[in-house]
């Protein structure tokens, strides 16, 4: 009876994850501060980098916080909820999911990256931190957020792994890491064509 209790939770907090993390919150401020729709400017995405080009910086520090607490509370409420690593990393997954293929897009979205933030955020602070410097060197050197954030995705795998010990968070993080890579993919060809916008 327990083992189905589980199961009915873990199914339920994935719906609510991907429910969450569908909510296309980028797209919501672009239309609150009445500017141009981040699909139609830059990289065509939703994600906070793109919304601060297409509506400004406060829209997009605001898609940024609530993009991350789309990952951030549903797996708070699968911590509280399950106790269990293993599935909670699933749940983070299904919030991640929610925000690239949203189906109040289309079943498409954003990259990941923030909604994983707040996924890792509540996993494992102490691996963000250590994530979040690769981030800031990369920045730092290249001025690209792109390559951050799939470089800060890619090194989350051993961090997560040293941080937590567990076998199964480190393959959900992996799976987690290859999603936002191949989200970046067109990121990736104007790399390497020298034709991806910088930062500054």
Same mark, same amino acid.
Not at 70 to 97: C, E, M, Q, R
Not at 132 to 144: E, M, P, S, T
């Given at each position: 009876?327990?083992?189905?209790?589980?199961?009915?939770?873990?199914?339920?907090?994935?719906?609510?994850?991907?429910?969450?993390?569908?909510?296309?919150?980028?797209?919501?401020?672009?239309?609150?501060?009445?500017?141009?729709?981040?699909?139609?400017?830059?990289?065509? !995405?939703?994600?906070?980098? !793109?919304?601060?080009?297409?509506?400004?910086?406060? $829209?997009?520090?605001?898609?940024?916080?609530?993009?991350?607490?789309?990952?951030?509370?549903?797996?708070?409420?699968?911590?509280?909820?399950?106790?269990?690593?293993?599935?909670? $990393?699933?749940?983070?997954?299904?919030?991640?999911?929610?925000?690239?293929?949203?189906?109040?897009?289309?079943?498409?979205?954003?990259?990941?990256?923030?909604?994983?933030?707040?996924?890792?955020?509540?996993?494992?602070?102490?691996?963000?931190?250590?994530?979040?410097?690769?981030?800031?060197?990369?920045?730092?050197?290249?001025?690209?957020?792109?390559?951050?954030?799939?470089?800060?995705?890619?090194?989350?795998?051993?961090?997560?792994?040293?941080?937590?010990?567990?076998?199964?968070?480190?393959?959900?993080?992996?799976?987690?890491?290859?999603?936002?890579?191949?989200?970046?993919?067109? !990121?990736?060809?104007?790399?390497?064509?020298?034709?991806?916008?910088?930062?500054?």
């Amino acid at each position: 009876m327990a083992h189905y209790l589980t199961v009915g939770k873990v199914v339920l907090l994935i719906f609510l994850a991907f429910f969450l993390g569908s909510v296309p919150f980028g797209l919501l401020f672009a239309r609150l501060f009445g500017k141009k729709d981040p699909r139609e400017v830059g990289s065509g !995405n939703v994600g906070a980098t !793109n919304v601060a080009r297409a509506a400004g910086k406060v $829209a997009g520090v605001l898609t940024l916080v609530l993009d991350a607490a789309k990952g951030y509370l549903p797996v708070l409420l699968a911590w509280g909820w399950l106790k269990s690593p293993d599935y909670v $990393a699933l749940v983070g997954l299904f919030a991640i999911l929610g925000h690239c293929y949203s189906p109040f897009l289309g079943f498409k979205g954003g990259k990941g990256v923030a909604t994983g933030l707040g996924v890792y955020l509540a996993l494992s602070p102490l691996a963000v931190i250590f994530a979040a410097v690769v981030f800031g060197l990369v920045i730092w050197r290249w001025r690209y957020v792109s390559l951050a954030s799939m470089s800060a995705a890619l090194a989350m795998v051993p961090f997560i792994y040293l941080a937590q010990r567990s076998p199964m968070l480190t393959f959900f993080t992996a799976l987690i890491a290859l999603l936002i890579t191949w989200r970046h993919r067109a !990121n990736i060809q104007r790399l390497m064509r020298g034709e991806e916008p910088k930062f500054f």
